[in-house]
């Protein structure tokens, strides 16, 4: 049941448990320049992977309130964790909007390119205790091996900006030594923060495994749905995105220019 009229010119709402999910708006930007964005981030209450799933449903449920708020046309769920583990939220919580969720977009593109039907998937604690990537893949492939892998610390490098650090580098070769000995030749970057260290990531698996953003996939998702539905806003001038966070922190002009690399943009301080 839709409680509000969605036009062309309505907004797409993105929330993430941080600002991770920045790397969905820079992708749904250079996909869809025209689209009004409206970027919710969790920053006060970030990071979701360790929190149990009780706390991550509820988070999903105050997150979309905040995003529906401003009438939207659609909802982007830019968080693997609560892509994961409620989804069913987000859609009950949105009153018949369309719900995109990372992680179905991340394991369709998985699907599609791999040649040897093995995937690697790495993301947080809960993303990958739930084996919500397995199921997802299984279901579009039951040929599909999956191989999973928490790195719960790439978080918190990347939100430090430890791009090209050593200690970057050493932790990503310990958490990834063992997915690389499964023969993989497709890695899933099964959270929104780990785009800022696709090099590091890249290096270590080697040239051969075709690396999957879920945040491209989602802006490819967008696109097709928004075409489908007669929903493409037609307006000629780039739309700046207007950002929500439950918190400011100190750092946060830095991180918006790491992960968007470009100037500040309009954001503005929500209570969750």
């Known amino acids: 049941m839709l409680h509000h009229k969605v036009t062309p010119e309505s907004p797409i ?15 749904i930007r250079a996909a ?3 689209e009004r964005l409206i970027y919710f981030g969790d920053t006060a209450r970030v990071p979701y992977g360790p929190k149990s799933q009780i706390t991550i449903r509820k988070y999903a449920a105050d997150d979309t309130a905040i995003l529906m708020r401003y009438q939207p046309k659609l909802i982007i769920v830019a968080c693997n964790t609560v892509s994961a583990l409620a989804l069913d939220v987000v859609e009950k919580s949105c009153s018949g909007i369309p ?3 990372v992680l179905k977009a991340g394991a369709e593109l998985a699907v599609q390119v791999t040649g040897n039907n093995r995937i690697g ?13 397995a199921r997802e893949i299984n279901l579009l ?16 490098l990347a939100e430090e900006g430890f791009i090209d650090h050593p200690a970057t580098k050493l932790i990503a070769g310990e958490y990834l ?11 899933v970057l099964g959270c929104t923060h780990y785009p800022i260290l696709k090099r590091v990531i890249a290096d270590i698996v080697g040239p051969g495994i075709r690396i999957i953003d879920s945040a491209e996939a989602v802006a490819l998702k967008t696109k097709e749905l928004l075409t489908e539905s007669a929903l493409l806003n037609a307006a000629a001038t780039p739309s700046v995105p207007h950002l929500l966070v439950s918190d400011l922190p100190q750092k ?4 918006y220019q790491l ?14």
């Open 99 to 101: 719900v995109i969720g």
């Open 259 to 272: 992960f968007m690399g470009s100037e500040l943009p309009d954001v503005e301080l929500v209570e969750v």
């Open 141 to 156: 492939n039951e040929e599909s091996a999956v191989v999973s892998k928490a790195c719960p610390l790439f978080v918190p």
């Open 13 to 27: 709402g993105i929330f993430d448990s941080g600002i991770g999910g920045l790397t969905v708006v820079k992708a």
């Open 32 to 34: 869809l320049p025209s």
């Open 177 to 187: 030594a063992e997915i690389r000995k499964h023969d993989i030749d497709t890695l």
């Open 121 to 133: 998937v790495i993301g947080t604690q809960a993303t990958v205790c739930s084996n919500a990537y």
């Open 252 to 255: 946060f002009s830095q991180l």
